[in-house]
């Protein structure tokens, strides 16, 4: 039913508030439907309903909570919290579904929706698909009777709740006492967990990105734009930086000399410190297409594999969970590290990061550069409409370049999900040739759209 799926991407429903899909009709529809779907026996069912800092949560909090009580499921509201800590709610709580309202890294125009399971991950691409077609049925008949319409409440101790949660993470017995940590929140939902969680660890902390004011969001700040972070790390002499993005699910470092460290070299780090000390479930890691061969070449002379998947923490976390895999992520920073959480969490992979940094005595800069990456290029060909992928001149590019990189490097297409463009990739120890196959698959793909 997968194929079905018309709202939900890659990460739940996403787009411009306002405008559809992230209308209050449509949330209000999807609490309806979603209740429906979610509802399995006679106890009072309830949902935990989250949010990042965006000035549209309010708009879609109240769409969906209205939609939620139609279908008679309880609501319990806990405010602007990481994505990470809604899932650990709706697990710990034992609620029915979990929701977090929220673009991740999207500038504050934007706005999303993502849903969880009472097991605290994602749901699949089927339930999804089932909620959509019950969105667009007639629910009338499977709403609440008026004696059992839901009711609403806020939970004032959930941001505590998910400190502990974090805290309880990091190695016992070891503090953050006389580091000073940089943390950049992107004015985003860990504005004020994430501060708390390292203060109560014993770290000195500088905060950047903990003033949201609804429009600043990922404003020059976060995950996806660390040079404000590298700046302070040096201006405070800091021992190390830490941005998160808006909902606080991924996770980019900077070491004390201002440097920026990826979500690759991040995975690397832990999964060889997990293997140290006999940790590490499934013999490897999971993680994206696009993550580097440096990080592949690293782990193979460790006796660990990489396991690749498509692009979506989703994905990694459906392929961790098929092969018992306790770590896996993206190069863009998510960190699912199952033992703690069943989602990317940003906070709890920082706190490995730094268990690691304590224990060894070291400097960040000795610490978190675990590979040499190789040269890796990514462009974006936009096109009107067909299928470029599928176009002769383009299957003979695709075949040309992987013939030239043979097998010391790699090529990835593949149509956004999002947008109509495709992404070309490749990487190789040459940068040249890198260059080179890139240009020559995206001329090919200009032709034919040009053509088209």
């Known amino acids: 039913m997968g194929a079905t799926r018309k709202l939900f991407g890659t990460d739940g429903i996403r787009g411009t508030a306002n405008s559809d899909p992230m209308t209050v009709e449509v949330a209000q529809r999807l609490g309806q439907a979603a ?89 699949s691409d089927e339930a999804e698909a089932e909620i959509e077609a019950l969105m667009a049925s007639d629910l009338s008949r499977s709403l609440a009777a008026p004696a059992m319409i839901g009711r609403a409440s806020r939970l004032t101790d959930a941001a505590g709740r998910y400190v502990e949660s974090a805290k309880a993470s990091f190695p016992r017995g070891l503090r953050l006492d006389g580091m000073r940590i940089v943390i950049d929140c992107a004015n985003g939902a860990a504005y004020r967990v994430a501060p708390t969680a390292l203060w109560e660890l014993g770290a000195e902390v500088v905060r950047l990105g903990c003033a949201p004011d609804g429009l600043n969001i990922n404003d020059k700040c976060g995950s996806t734009s660390p040079e404000a972070l590298s700046r302070a790390v040096l201006d405070h002499r800091a021992d190390l930086g830490l941005a998160l993005d808006g909902d606080a699910d ?41 993550s580097n061969m440096g990080l592949e070449r690293v782990l193979e002379a460790d006796g660990l594999r990489l396991e690749r998947t498509g692009v979506g923490d989703r994905y990694v976390v459906e392929r961790m969970r098929e092969l018992g895999m306790n770590v896996g992520g993206e190069q863009s920073g998510h960190m699912v590290l199952s033992d703690f959480a069943t989602t990317g969490d940003g906070l709890v992979a920082a706190l490995q990061v730094l268990a690691v940094i304590v224990e060894s005595g070291r400097r960040a800069s000795e610490v978190c550069r675990v590979f040499e990456p190789f040269p890796q290029l990514l462009r974006s060909v936009r096109y009107a409409g067909g299928s470029p992928l599928q176009a002769e001149p383009v299957i003979e590019a695709r075949r040309w370049a992987e013939n030239e990189l043979g097998a010391q490097g790699r090529l990835l297409l593949r149509a956004s999900g999002t947008e109509p463009v495709i992404r070309v990739m490749a990487e190789a120890e040459d940068e040249a040739l890198v260059a080179r196959v890139v240009d020559g698959v995206c001329d090919a793909i200009r032709r034919v759209a040009a053509a088209a």
């Not at 000399?257 to 000390?277: C, S, Y």
């Open 35 to 123: 209740g429906v779907r979610f509802r399995r026996g006679s106890h009072r069912h309830r949902v935990i309903l989250g949010k990042d800092t965006r000035l549209s949560g309010y708009m879609i909090e109240c769409a969906l909570v209205s939609g939620f009580l139609a279908a008679g499921i309880d609501v319990t509201l806990v405010g602007p919290l990481p994505t990470p800590a809604i899932a650990m709610l709706t697990r710990s709580l034992r609620a029915d579904l979990g929701v977090m309202i929220s673009a991740s890294h999207n500038p504050f125009e934007d706005n999303g929706i993502k849903l969880f399971g009472p097991d605290g991950f994602k749901l």
């Open 250 to 290: 991924r996770l980019v470092i900077c070491d004390e000399k201002g440097r920026i460290v990826d979500g690759d070299q991040i995975l690397g780090l832990i999964a060889r410190a997990f293997a140290r000390t006999g940790r590490l479930r499934g013999e490897g890691v999971a993680a994206t297409v696009m």
